[in-house]
């Protein structure tokens, strides 16, 4: 076997998905008789992501299906999932013998061993700390944080190639871990132009009220996303720009905010629509009039951005207001595609809307800039390229 594409990611549920799929379905077909190895997800499932890549360059491991349970018990199954999904991977290794293993993220532990024994290079794909990702504050997820940092520390210190997709991400993997090698790759994310694009007439597909300017937010629901800051940044603008708030996705802290929306007067005003298909979010994008992404700086200014939700809001032509934190804010102003604020200032953020809003002259200008840069430097075909090159190396190294 050529490569095993390792990523302990639930199509369609995960926020990796996206990444995963949209750089491998621009290369697989280069490296015959290559698999992503996946947790198994429902038929329904599976079957919108073969309409990607075709259904033989997938693997979905038996046993691994996403608990329905909640709490305590949700965490204790998906341990359990992923612990097996090690197993299972180990034992794909020991049959299959890949000349290389890609691994996305998170760590390995058993597998790590074979690899070793029978010389089989891996990279690893990083898009941040996995013990500062975690939004669980659970005594199980507590006990087993450590475990988990110790053996990513392992797998980065082994590795023959770490894929970041930020340079502060590069320097925080290096400090957090005391690592001396330079194998480290950034390869920014992107944004598929084809699926994302300018669509006409999308509020009407999507049926919404007319006489409103429309601003959107797309993405995961977690605390460094900056949507309790937007929230209270838009409520005293609601009547007087008459305005209305798509928020698109789910995660952690979804139901908080939408709390928060009813105790501050605006939820009316605020369209929640969860989780969207993948096909459907540019029909939302291009609905609104401009776009958020009003990251905090904490987390954020340590491993750097290289926000998915940026490129495919550009993509979209649509004008932005982001934070201002390096790969974002910076991003914004040298091209001209918005407005940016500062991170974590409510205040700063209402202003930034406020002086959109009071600019459409220009929104069409912005849109135009932001749509050419993404086709020039962030699509995934560029991204997967760029990807490409490094497997060859390694694999024409050997």
Known sequence: MKIIISAFIYLGEDAGSTHLLEVWKHIIGNFPNSKLLLPQVSREMKERYYSVLPKEYFHFVPGTSRSRSQGIVREIKF????????????????????KLLYQRSKYLSF???????????????MNGL????????????????????????????????????????????????SIQHDRFSVIPNGADIEH?????????????????????????????????????????????HKLKILLIGNGPIFESIKQLAIEIGIDRNCIFTGAVPYHRVPLFINA????????????NNRLGLSPLKLYEYMACA???????????GDIVKKHRTGVSVEPGNIDSLRKGIVRLIES???????????????????????????????????????
Not at 221 to 238: C, D, S, T, Y
Not at 365 to 391: D, H
Request: proline residues 5%; positive net charge; aromatic residues 12%.
């Open 288 to 299: 609104a009039d401009f776009c958020v992404a009003p990251f905090i700086a904490d987390r």
């Open 130 to 177: 996995t013990h500062l990702e975690q939004t669980s504050t659970s005594i199980l997820m507590k006990i087993s944080l450590p475990i988990h940092k110790y053996l990513e520390q392992l797998l980065v210190r082994k590795c023959a190639m770490v894929i970041s997709v930020t340079s502060k991400l590069v320097k925080a993997i290096k400090d957090e871990y």
């Open 196 to 240: 994302f694009r300018p669509i006409k007439d999308s509020r009407e597909k999507l049926q919404l009220e007319m006489p409103y300017t429309y601003l959107c937010f797309v993405g995961y629901f977690a605390p460094w996303q900056g949507i309790e800051n937007l929230l209270r940044a838009v409520q005293p603008l609601i009547a007087p």
């Open 360 to 398: 459409r002259n220009e929104w069409e200008r912005m849109g135009s800039n932001g749509r050419t840069l993404v086709e020039k430097e962030y699509s995934w075909k560029i991204s997967a390229q760029k990807t490409e090159v490094l497997l060859n190396r390694l694999l024409t190294s050997r």
């Open 111 to 125: 597998s790590s061993i074979l690899l070793s024994l029978f010389r089989i290079p891996y990279i690893v794909e």
């Open 318 to 328: 649509k004008p932005v207001v982001v934070s201002d934190i390096e790969g974002v």
């Open 79 to 98: 341990s359990i999932a992923s612990l097996w999904y090690e197993f299972y991977l180990a034992g794909y290794i020991l049959v299959h013998r890949p």
